[in-house]
């Protein structure tokens, strides 16, 4: 039975790869963070038989421990601050999470397995966002980075990182170039689930409407469970590499409203969004969209689930987990 370390389990992503790996029949460990998550109660419920490890990816003994337990033969490291607006306020703390943490577990693989580092795969969270103000259109592998957030920042530092330990130390070390991907599991402060709970409460006459930020920016939004995927079969392959993860479709906020509102039968939005400049970031990251042909040719990787198709799926969730909120 194949052993996999997931940080982040209580993620978006953790969460749908430990299906994905539960599925395939590994045996699946995760790192839950602090005392007392209440994310691990969540976790417990939704997904039983994924074994809890305590760690945290600033305190390297926590990994090597967490290491030690589960002898994993693929680590995908998840855990990250992975808000962008957060990162500007504490760009610090971003800076040791999502920056050095990916030393760290690096660092904890690299100990770990002493001489013979052929036991350990290891998977990086690199993120579109590094691209920020984009060299090239569609950004591929190859494209100059450029990142706008302390939380860009941090992510080219693991992915550089996450390179340098596979050209120093002959590590199978990938790094996955996602681009954004949602699902009903996405946290509430991420623009796609702010706007599909707050359409199911208008819609349920719960609230007016929404404040937002900038709408004109545009996103390459892919299904997390798409994206999972494509982060086990890099693992699966002879020879780590980095791949860009995407649809190759960019929409705007705009767009997301027009099918976000459709769908609980809207065609006018306009006296229900409200913009505020507190949404809008310090340095925008305008437009992204992704030219996932490698991963396609190499991984024969393709995601099955559209815009359209994705929002409405959100909205969907949202409508039922509302209605069970209500008296
Ligand atoms: P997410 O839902 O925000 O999950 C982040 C995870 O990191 C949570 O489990 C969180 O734990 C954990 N974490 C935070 N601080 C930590 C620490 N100090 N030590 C250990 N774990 C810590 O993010 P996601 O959407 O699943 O994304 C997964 C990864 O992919 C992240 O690295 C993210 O930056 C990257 N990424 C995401 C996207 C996307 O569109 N979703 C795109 C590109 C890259 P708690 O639950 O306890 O807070
Ligand atoms: O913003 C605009 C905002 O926070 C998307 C993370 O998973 O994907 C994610 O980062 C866009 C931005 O995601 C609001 O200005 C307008 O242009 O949903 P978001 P993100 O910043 O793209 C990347 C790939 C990651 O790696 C990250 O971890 O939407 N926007 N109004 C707004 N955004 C938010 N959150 N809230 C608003 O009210």
């Known amino acids: 039975m194949p052993r996999a370390l997931i940080t982040g389990i209580t993620g978006q992503d953790g969460m749908y790869l430990s299906e994905l790996l539960l599925g395939k029949g590994y045996e699946v460990y995760g790192l839950v963070r602090g005392q007392n998550n209440p994310k691990a109660a969540t976790l417990a419920e939704e997904l039983p038989d994924v074994k809890q490890l305590t760690g945290d990816l600033t305190d390297l003994s926590s990994l090597l421990r967490a290491l030690s337990t589960a002898s994993p033969d693929e680590v995908y490291n998840l855990g990250a601050i992975s808000y962008v607006a957060y990162s500007w306020q504490n760009a610090h703390l971003t800076t040791e999470v999502t920056a050095q943490g990916v030393l760290n577990a690096l660092e904890a693989v690299r100990l770990h397995c002493g001489d013979d580092l052929s036991q350990v795969r290891f998977y990086q969270a690199s993120s579109s966002e590094m691209f920020g103000r984009v060299q090239e259109v569609p950004q591929r592998e190859t494209t100059l980075l450029w990142p706008r957030s302390p939380y860009g920042v941090a992510k080219v530092f693991g992915h550089y990182m996450t390179i340098n330990y596979r050209e120093s130390y002959g590590m199978h070390a990938s790094s996955g170039i996602l681009f954004n991907h949602e699902s009903p599991r996405r946290g509430p402060e991420f623009v796609t689930r702010k706007v599909t709970q707050a359409v199911a409460r208008i819609a349920l006459g719960q609230q007016d409407r929404i404040t937002l930020g900038n709408l004109e920016a545009r996103r390459d939004w ?19 590499d980095d791949y860009v993860v995407a649809t ?14 459709a769908h609980v039968g809207v ?5 229900k969004v409200v913009q505020d400049p507190a949404f809008f970031r310090p340095a925008e990251v305008d437009e992204l969209v992704g030219d996932p042909a490698k991963a396609k040719e190499r991984l024969g990787w393709t995601p099955t689930v559209g815009f359209a198709d994705l929002v409405r799926m959100m909205v969907d969730s949202d409508l039922e987990q509302q209605r069970q909120l209500l008296p």
Do not use: K, N, T
């Open 222 to 240: 892919g299904f997390a469970g798409d994206y999972v995927e494509a982060m086990w079969r890099m693992l699966q392959q002879d020879e780590a």
């Open 248 to 261: 190759g479709e960019a929409h705007s906020i705009r767009e997301l409203l027009d099918v976000a509102f």
């Open 267 to 271: 065609d006018d939005w306009s006296d």
